[in-house]
């Protein structure tokens, strides 16, 4: 895998990491560079959603699928892109449903770390992917490690927001027993921000003012979206 984890999540991932199943995905990473694959992120920023949110600063979950595919696009947190990289569609959706929530108007970039930094973990289900091959990397070894990522946040005794958006993200987080057992997060679900599902129950969700009212009600502080 190459990337180190940060000290904050070591407690939480180390024993994930020291499975076969994991020393595995590590060893097939290599092996597909050498071969000559190009992987997005590139190496450094594949662990930046636990680098810029650490474990005890998490106040609000939103799960993906697997990093952007396109060259310059990935970079370690899910629905983000760098600055100065074209917005991509989900993101503008999502974009658009934080103007008619909270009235914010649509931001010029799609760079999303400002999010990170105040407790939002970005967090994408495959923390790689070959370039213009979605969803290649799934099923390699990275659910392990994610799932035991949103485990350690949902065994907290402090009330977070997790953020579900698609079926995919549903399924990942029905893995975790604190949240299925109705624990004190706040779990919100809808549609998926993409184009093609946007409209069946994203739009109009209202995550954003929902999260934060809930993040006030129990003392944690809103997110300056």
């Known amino acids: ?16 990491l020291a499975l076969r199943e994991s ?3 590590g060893g097939w990473l290599r092996a597909e560079e ?31 699928q697997d990093p952007y595919h396109g060259p310059g696009q ?9 600055d100065g990289v074209p917005i991509p569609p989900s993101l503008l959706n999502v974009y658009k449903e934080l103007e008619s929530d909270l009235g914010i108007p649509r931001r010029s970039t ?8 105040q407790g939002v973990l970005l967090l994408n289900n495959s923390l790689t992917v070959e370039a213009g091959r979605a969803g ?15 485990a350690a946040v949902a065994e907290r005794e402090l009330p977070s927001v997790f953020i579900l958006w698609g079926s995919h993200a549903r399924r990942k987080a ?5 949240l299925a057992q109705g624990a004190s997060h ?22 954003f003012s929902k999260a934060n009212a809930f993040l006030e009600a129990n003392g944690r502080g809103a997110i300056d979206w």
Not at 74 to 82: D, N, Q, R, T
């Open 136 to 150: 290649s990397h799934a099923g390699k070894g990275w659910d392990a490690i994610t799932d035991a990522a949103v």
């Open 1 to 16: 895998m190459a990337d180190t984890v940060p000290d904050s999540w070591r407690a939480a991932l180390d024993p994930v």
């Open 23 to 25: 020393r595995r995905l």
């Open 186 to 207: 706040l779990v919100l679900t809808s549609a998926h921000p993409s184009p093609l599902s946007a409209h069946s129950g994203f739009f109009g969700s209202k995550p």
């Open 174 to 178: 029905a893995s975790v027993p604190q």
């Open 74 to 82: 990935a970079h370690g947190l899910c629905f983000s892109v760098p």
């Open 34 to 64: 050498e071969r000559g694959a190009t992987i997005y992120p590139p190496k450094g920023s594949r662990l930046k959603a636990l680098e810029l949110t650490p474990l005890d600063a998490v106040k609000v979950v939103i799960l993906g």
């Open 110 to 117: 799609g760079n999303l770390e400002h999010w990170a930094r």
